[in-house]
């Protein structure tokens, strides 16, 4: 397989897996963590780091629209619940200091 191809294949699975967590606004950023070790917040930092890295000005609101597909407070104004206690005791154990 030819790099631009490879490159393209990877973009695609990027904005599936985009379009799948905007769609799954049922799952909890904190369960993400919890049982990936990943959430939203990650992969948009990531996002960021990726655009800073090749001289692209991008900060953490704009890459985390780019992953939420709506302002992040937008975002969790309609979507983000209280994380129970057992949800934010797994965070501490599984992500101490996150």
Request: net charge negative.
């Amino acid at each position: 397989m030819d790099e631009q191809t490879r490159t393209e294949l990877e973009a695609a699975a990027f904005r599936a897996l985009r379009d799948h967590l905007r769609e799954r606004t049922d799952v909890q950023n904190i369960d993400l963590m919890n049982l990936s070790g990943f959430c939203r917040n990650c992969l948009s930092r990531w996002y960021q780091e990726a655009a800073n890295e090749r001289g692209i000005e991008m900060d953490k609101a704009k890459a985390r629209e780019v992953v939420y597909g709506m302002p992040y407070d937008e975002w969790r104004a309609k979507h983000q619940t209280e994380a129970s206690e057992e949800q934010k005791q797994a965070l501490a154990s599984s992500h101490p200091g996150h």
